[in-house]
C-alpha cells in the first residue's frame, strides 16, 4: 500500500509540474529506468520569534536564545533536519537604542553597548545543542569584527555537528543601515544538506531580484530568507516579492520574520510554484512551521527557463522593425 500510495503522489507531482495526463505522467515514470536519479527531500522547519532589540540587556539576550532552543526542540520533535530563524533571532539591534546621539536622533551605532560576552555564550550555547539535536541551525545575528570596523548583520548556518560552517553578510544595506549601523556583505553564501542546496538572503534584499536570480545560477533549491518583521505593514511587499521570487526561479523559499508581524503575514514556506506550502500561526507569538523540501532531479520548468533565457529565440526572431513600413495599421 504504501510503495502504491508513494507512486500516485510522484505521478500527480509530476503531472502537475508538466501539465501531463495523469496516464502520461504515469507512463512515463514506469519507463524511467532504475539508475534514475531519485527525488531529493530535506524536512524544513522555519521559525517565527519574540522580537529583541536591545543588546544592552543581558536578560533579553539570554530569552532569545532560550527561545531559539526551545523552538530547536520543537522542530527536532516534528522530524526537522534544518531550522530557520529570522533575522536577528538573537538580537536585532534597535537604531535607537544603538545611535551615540539618540533616542530622538539615528546617528553612528555605538557598538560598545552591545553585551557581546553574553552573545557569545548564547551562541555557543546554540550550538550545542544544534550537535544534541542533530539539528542544522540558521540563525540571524550581529556578527562582530575588530575595531574601527562596523559589524556585520549576518546569517550563522551551524551544521548537525554544531560546527560554524559558514556565514552570509547582507549585502543591500538600507540606508540607515549603511549609513549608521553595518558593514555589508560582499559574496552569496550556499551550503547543502541530504543534496539539497541552501541559499542565505537577509534584511530587505528580497527587494533586489538579482540576489535571487543570482542563487538560481548557482543552481539554488532553496533560498532561506531572514527578515524582521518590527513593522507589520511592511509585510506583505516582503511577502509577496518572496512568492514571486519562488515561481519565477522555480525554487523552494523559507520566509522567517519575527512574531509581531505574522499578524499580518506569518513566517511560512513557499513552493516553487509560487504560493505558500506552509504558514506559521498569525496570532504574534513564537512558533515554527515544518514542511518536506522535495526536488525533482528533473524539473522541467526550471530546465526549460534556463532554455529560454539562452539563444533559444534567436534563429526565429524577424529582424525588421515592425513600424519602419510607416503603416499604423492591422
Not at 104 to 133: C, H, M, P, Q, Y
Not at 201 to 226: K, N, Q, R, W
Request: include cysteine; aromatic fraction near 8%; charge should be neutral.
Amino acid at each position: 500500500m504504501t510503495k502504491n500510495a508513494n507512486l500516485k503522489r510522484r505521478v500527480r507531482a509530476r503531472a502537475a509540474k508538466t501539465g501531463e495526463s495523469y496516464t502520461s505522467a504515469l507512463r512515463h515514470i514506469r519507463q524511467t529506468p532504475p539508475d534514475h536519479p531519485a527525488a531529493k527531500s530535506v524536512r524544513l522547519a522555519v521559525a517565527q520569534t519574540s522580537l529583541f532589540n536591545d543588546p544592552r540587556d543581558i536578560s533579553g539576550l539570554q530569552a532569545s536564545g532560550m527561545e531559539m532552543r526551545r523552538l530547536m526542540r520543537d522542530a527536532h520533535g516534528a522530524g526537522a533536519q534544518l531550522i530557520h530563524f529570522p533575522e536577528g533571532a538573537t538580537c536585532s539591534p534597535n537604531k535607537r537604542i544603538m545611535s551615540e546621539t539618540g533616542p530622538r536622533e539615528i546617528g553612528l551605532a555605538d557598538w560598545n553597548r552591545f553585551e557581546w560576552t553574553v552573545l557569545r555564550e548564547e551562541l555557543d550555547a546554540t550550538s550545542k545543542l544544534a550537535r544534541e539535536l542533530e539539528i542544522w541551525t540558521v540563525f540571524g545575528s550581529v556578527h562582530q569584527l575588530s575595531s574601527p570596523h562596523r559589524p556585520h548583520n549576518c546569517l550563522y548556518v551551524v551544521s548537525d555537528r554544531g560546527e560554524l560552517v559558514t556565514r552570509y553578510d547582507e549585502r543591500m544595506l538600507s540606508n540607515t543601515k549603511i549609513s549608521f549601523m553595518y558593514s555589508p556583505g560582499n559574496i552569496p553564501v550556499t551550503f547543502e544538506v541530504g543534496g539539497i542546496r541552501f541559499g542565505c538572503a537577509l534584511g530587505m534584499e528580497t527587494h533586489y531580484p538579482e540576489i535571487f536570480t543570482e542563487y538560481e545560477g548557482l543552481d539554488v533549491d532553496c533560498v532561506l530568507f531572514s527578515t524582521t518583521g518590527e513593522t507589520p505593514s511592511a509585510a506583505p511587499s516582503f511577502a509577496a516579492e518572496a512568492l514571486g521570487h519562488a515561481a519565477s526561479n522555480t525554487y523552494w523559499i523559507s520566509y522567517s520574520a519575527h512574531a509581531p508581524q505574522s499578524v499580518t503575514v506569518p513566517s511560512g514556506i513557499a513552493a516553487p510554484h509560487g504560493q505558500w506550502v506552509v504558514q506559521c500561526p498569525s496570532d504574534g507569538a513564537p512558533a515554527i512551521a515544518v514542511a518536506n523540501i522535495e526536488i525533482d532531479p528533473e524539473r522541467p520548468a526550471r530546465l526549460w527557463r534556463r532554455t529560454a533565457r539562452a539563444d533559444l529565440y534567436m534563429p526565429h526572431r524577424v529582424h525588421n522593425d515592425p513600424r519602419s513600413d510607416g503603416r499604423n495599421t492591422f
